[in-house]
């Protein structure tokens, strides 16, 4: 309880990270049970795998393990992490203009060294924003490019997703809370009229292109026929190209946030470390599915995520 507020959203980015990062490298017989969701949950016929049955004469620890694997739902409750992030950055906005109960909790326990190296007042305007239209346009590709499915995924995936939205809308202004405790927020502090700083000028484009291109990304997977393999131009080297352009837009949020005399947003870079982590290991699922299901060299020449890195 006594932990720094910045220290303690960091820590669970981090935590998070090494919990997937575990998991994922576990014998095959558990990591089947509880990390592929989706379309990757499913045989290559299709159907989904139903988790094995319990049976009374398996030890106990399997009978747990059965049961464990059995709490899921429905992978169309992946719209209600866009829910909670719209909601969660009109809850911030409307803290951060009065000085709520909710951000003087958090702001009066950081410490004096983060609060003095502080973000401006214009970098977490862009940052709440840019925030709210990620969560905002996930939101609408969520409903827009819905189709009906039975697939479903196992609920621990759902509880993380819904705490890291919750998270990330607080590390988006948490390193910016030394200025605002300082400074009542007003609309001159938001004119478009001030002058664009280098890093800004950088960041913005940057978070604009990628977010574009996940979108093309998204539109393209909706339209395709059922697990047919993509083949669209920027899917032929990469096999997740929207993961990459997910982890993109989180780097120009970590450099656009920088405090006063940093090159990152340590908050922000521990949050771009979990949705690395997260999405990179959902990658090599993906390919893993599509080498089953296409045949080996359907993607072998494919990176999963990160041109010539993974």
């Not at 290559?44 to 899921?72: I, V």
């Not at 969560?135 to 609920?155: D, Q, T, V």
């Not at 083949?231 to 990459?244: A, E, G, N, Q, W």
Request: aromatic share 12%.
């Amino acid at each position: 309880m006594d932990m720094d507020a910045v220290d303690a959203l960091r820590a669970f980015f981090i935590l998070a990270s090494c919990t997937i990062l575990s998991v994922s490298l576990l014998p095959t017989s558990l990591h089947s049970r509880f990390i592929p969701y989706g379309a990757r949950a499913t045989s290559t016929a299709g159907s989904e795998s139903p988790p094995p049955p319990a049976s009374s004469t398996k030890f106990p620890a399997a009978r747990a393990l059965d049961y464990a694997t059995s709490l899921r739902v429905p992978h169309s409750y992946f719209t209600q992490f866009y829910i909670v992030s719209v909601l969660a950055s009109i809850l911030w906005a409307a803290q951060l203009l009065c000085h709520g109960a909710a951000f003087q909790a958090l702001a009066t326990r950081i410490s004096p060294d983060h609060l003095q190296r502080s973000m401006s007042v214009q970098q977490v305007f862009l940052c709440w924003a840019f925030m709210l239209i990620q969560g905002g346009r996930r939101l609408y590709e969520c409903n827009a490019f819905f189709k009906p499915s039975s697939s479903r995924m196992w609920f621990v995936h759902w509880v993380v997703g819904l705490a890291f939205y919750l998270a990330v809308s607080i590390a988006v202004w948490i390193e910016g809370a030394g200025t605002l405790l300082s400074h009542k927020l007003e609309l001159d502090d938001v004119k478009v009229t001030i002058a664009p700083s280098l890093r800004t000028f950088v960041c913005i484009p940057i978070f604009l292109v990628a977010s574009g291109l996940q979108h093309d990304c998204h539109h393209y997977l909706f339209s395709l026929k059922k697990y047919t393999l993509p083949s669209h131009p920027v899917f032929l080297r990469i096999v997740c190209p929207h993961y990459t352009a997910e982890c993109v837009i989180y780097l120009s949020l970590a450099l656009l946030a920088a405090p006063q005399g940093e090159v990152l947003n340590k908050t922000l870079l521990s949050a771009l470390v979990f949705v690395g982590v997260n999405l990179g290991v959902t990658a090599a699922n993906t390919k893993q599915w599509y080498m089953r299901r296409f045949g080996e060299e359907s993607v072998r020449e494919r990176w999963n995520m990160i041109p010539w890195v993974y």
